[in-house]
Every structure is written in structure tokens, then in C-alpha cells.
């Protein structure tokens, strides 16, 4: 063990003095060869951040979770709408407020009267991914990474689409990812890998979801027609028979709202604004618009039937953008998820009987906000650094914000697990009487 230490060490050591190096003879002679590999340009072929601090220390997960207590929630909401900011934490929110108009500036988010933070770590590990995560806020249960509406037994938890439809709610589900992805997925399958897009597609479509919006088509067609299908069925020919399917956001405008079919929105191949995919763009809504179609859709049955709606949609590019360390792939999806967030809290400003809830599934990059200089704090330049690696930034295990309003938000302040938002938002609808038959 001593041995490897000072290995470590050694190495560390002879890294950082070659970066040294290499930096003052690139600043000397710019152009001699090998320099790129340090300058400021060309970043991303660096595997680590040499300077980085850490402590490398074993966790015990020896004790035992519990639940927060509720208050008990007297005005009950008639619809929940839940925001997940895929790898959103408190240094995206700040810097995408900077970014916006600087440190005086306010976001959509700093209307809400109720915030929080929420822990998110899953059954097997102190860093979270979606799938567990995303699996905790629609079970309440804790599930091991990779899993999807399963404990972490693999056995069969009832999500929270399938336990309130029961009562009479209608569910829809949205994303800018394609929406066999983790966080849709987790409120609709029942799977034990989050990889085995043929069998969540196939239960979203079995599924008691009314209105589904986001990219994936690839995932509903073989892989001879294009697809990603391995089990060779055609998914898309079976939608076109169970479901209205739309595939431009034209439809969504033109939508008639009459009649009670399920309605698949494959707004493209793979996921929303994919730059492999540029000409498809301008056939793609927005998460506002597909935020708007949903609510008036629900609107629209329940005037005829149903008690309320639960919608849930999902900015998922956040994350992928610290996962690419990219600032101006960051601002622009949060610019489309702060949008859909303005929408829903406008909506329920004005309608007064629904709970709005915004939150994230974990936090990636690290975004940290920091002076220019070391130390030199008097400035107006600063600079957004993802601090989980170069190129490469991953989930970090630091807790997320929440927010909240409406009726059943004073349960969404204070310290939350993950689990947590599956209570809370249980205790804000009435589920007193069963009505199995809302659609008829």
C-alpha cells in the first residue's frame, strides 16, 4: 500500500511539473509541436484536473432511511405538475441566473414561496443516477442504479401514474430526451436494467398514460427499418392502432381536443434538438409547448370526467450538458426548461388548485462559480467551471434544490429524500374514493 502511495504520488508529482513546463514553453513558443495538447483551445484531451483536492473516504449506509413526517394537507390540490431539471443542482440555477442578467437578475424559479433540498442518493451507491432516483420520486421506494419501478430485490413497486389513476387522475408524461429514457421511464416501467428500451417502450404503450410527448421513434422500429429494435417488432405500426401518434409540432397545435384516445407525441429519431439530426429541429416543440398541449388536453377530458392530472416533464438535456461540460449547450436547455416552468407556475397562479413542484434528479458537473483570478474578487468577469473532470463532467452526490406552490407545497420545505416527493405528493390529492372508470 506504501508502495503504491508513493507510486501515486511520484506520478502526480512528474504530471504536474510537465504541465508546468509545458505551459511556459507554449506561452514562449506557441507553436512548437505537441504544445495543443495544453492550451486553452484544445482542453478536452486532458483526462483529469491535476490540482484537484479530494479525500478519498468510505461511506457506512449501515442506517436504516426514514420518512419525514408529513403535514397533513387540508386543501387538497386537483392536479400536480412536476418539473425534473435532469442534473440541475444550486450552481446551475445560479449561474443561469448570472448568465441571464447578472447577480441582480430573478428566474422563474425565485417566484415559488416553498423551497427545499432533496438528497438523492440510491440503494446501492452514494451517487445516484436517474433511473434510481427518478424511481424514488414515482415509488418512494429506494432502488439500486439502473433500475426502473423495481425495489432493489427486483420485485414490483406500483409507481405513481398506476396508484392515482385508480382515483380518478389523468397522467401525462413528457421529455426532451427520447421518452423510453431513465426519469419518463421510471414513471411508467417496471424494468431491470434502464438499457432494455424494447420492454419500456412496449409498457408505455400498455400503460394507463393518456399523453406522452418527447423524441425516441428509433426506439419503436427494427433495427432493419432504421430503428434500435432488437426483438424485431415494428412498435410504431402498434401505436398507430392504440394511440393518435404525432411526429411535428404543427399537430400539437392543430390538435383536436375532442375524444378520449391516448395521444404518442416522436417529435424525432432520438432525443429533441439533436445536432446530428439539425433539419428535424423545426418540427420539434418546445418542453412549454408540449407542457401546454398536456395541460390543455387534461383540461379538456376531465371537464367530461376525471378528477384531475398529474403531468410530469422533464428538461433531460440539462444533465447532458454537464456531462459535455458545455456552458452554451447548459444555458440554452435551461433556457427551454425555465420556460416550461414559467408556464406551469402562471397556470396555477391563476387556476389556484394546482401544485407545482420543481425539482432535479441529481446534479452533474460540479458547476462551480469562481473570480477570475485567484483570490481577486473585484471584478465582473468570473468563471463557470464544471468541476467533475475535463470534457467528461459526471454526477455528483450533492443534494438538489426543490420548489414548490400550491396547494399541498408546505410538505416540500426543509431537508427531503428523494422519497420524500413521493409522500408529499400523495398527502396534496384526495385519495379517498376509488374510480377506476374515469374514461369510459
Not at 484537484?52 to 413526517?69: A, G, P, R
Not at 439500486?144 to 387522475?169: A, C, M, P, R, S
Not at 414513471?187 to 436494467?193: G, K, Q, R, T, Y
Request: with cysteine.
Amino acid at each position: 500500500m506504501k508502495i503504491i502511495s508513493k507510486n501515486l504520488f511520484k506520478y502526480t508529482f512528474v504530471i504536474l511539473i510537465s504541465f508546468c513546463i509545458g505551459s511556459f514553453i507554449g506561452n514562449k513558443f506557441p507553436n512548437l509541436p505537441g504544445f495543443n495538447i495544453f492550451s486553452n483551445n484544445d482542453l478536452s484531451k486532458i483526462n483529469s484536473i491535476f490540482d484537484k483536492d479530494f479525500s478519498l473516504v468510505n461511506i457506512s449506509t449501515q442506517k436504516v432511511l426514514k420518512q419525514k413526517k408529513l403535514i397533513e394537507v387540508k386543501r387538497k390540490a386537483n392536479n400536480i405538475i412536476l418539473l425534473i431539471a435532469d442534473g440541475m443542482g444550486i450552481g446551475h440555477i445560479s449561474t443561469y441566473r448570472l448568465l441571464r442578467g447578472g447577480p441582480n437578475e430573478r428566474v422563474a424559479l425565485d417566484l415559488f414561496p416553498v423551497s427545499g433540498f432533496v438528497l438523492t442518493h440510491s440503494s446501492n451507491a452514494i451517487i445516484t443516477d436517474s433511473a434510481a432516483s427518478a424511481t424514488a420520486y414515482s415509488t418512494g421506494k429506494k432502488t439500486n442504479n439502473g433500475v426502473l419501478g423495481l425495489d432493489k430485490d427486483h420485485e414490483f413497486i406500483e409507481n405513481f401514474t398506476e396508484k392515482i389513476q385508480k382515483y380518478g387522475f389523468l397522467n401525462s408524461l413528457i421529455s426532451t430526451s427520447d421518452i423510453t429514457h431513465a426519469t419518463p421511464a421510471a414513471f411508467v416501467s417496471h424494468v431491470e436494467s434502464r438499457s432494455n428500451t424494447d420492454e419500456i417502450s412496449k409498457q408505455i404503450i400498455e400503460s394507463n398514460i393518456m399523453t406522452v410527448l418527447g423524441g425516441g421513434r428509433h426506439f419503436f422500429l427494427p433495427q432493419e427499418l432504421g430503428g434500435k429494435r432488437k426483438d424485431k417488432i415494428n412498435l410504431l405500426e402498434q401505436v398507430k392502432r392504440s394511440h393518435v401518434l404525432l411526429t411535428e409540432k404543427n399537430e400539437l397545435e392543430n390538435f383536436s381536443f375532442q375524444g378520449q384516445d391516448k395521444v404518442i407525441g416522436l417529435f424525432a429519431g432520438k432525443h429533441l434538438r439533436d445536432i446530428e439530426d439539425i433539419k428535424n429541429h423545426k418540427f420539434e416543440p418546445s418542453l412549454g409547448e408540449m407542457l401546454d398541449f398536456a395541460i390543455k388536453r387534461s383540461l379538456q377530458i376531465n371537464k367530461d370526467s376525471c378528477k384531475g392530472f398529474f403531468i410530469m416533464a422533464e428538461g433531460s438535456q440539462i444533465d447532458w450538458a454537464g456531462h459535455a461540460n458545455n456552458l452554451n449547450y447548459f444555458e440554452r436547455e435551461m433556457h427551454d426548461f425555465e420556460e416550461a416552468v414559467q408556464l406551469a407556475f402562471d397556470y396555477a397562479k391563476e387556476d389556484q388548485n394546482t401544485l407545482v413542484i420543481v425539482t432535479a434528479d441529481h446534479e452533474t458537473g460540479g458547476l462551480l462559480i469562481e473570480p477570475e483570478s485567484l483570490n481577486d474578487y473585484l471584478t465582473s468577469k468570473v468563471k463557470f467551471s464544471f468541476n467533475t473532470g475535463i470534457g467528461y463532467g459526471s454526477h455528483t452526490g450533492s443534494p438538489v434544490p426543490i420548489y414548490a406552490y400550491g396547494p399541498g407545497s408546505e410538505n416540500f420545505t426543509g431537508t427531503l429524500d428523494n422519497t420524500d416527493v413521493f409522500y408529499a405528493m400523495l398527502e396534496a390529492l384526495n385519495l379517498e374514493n376509488e374510480d377506476e372508470n374515469c374514461l369510459e
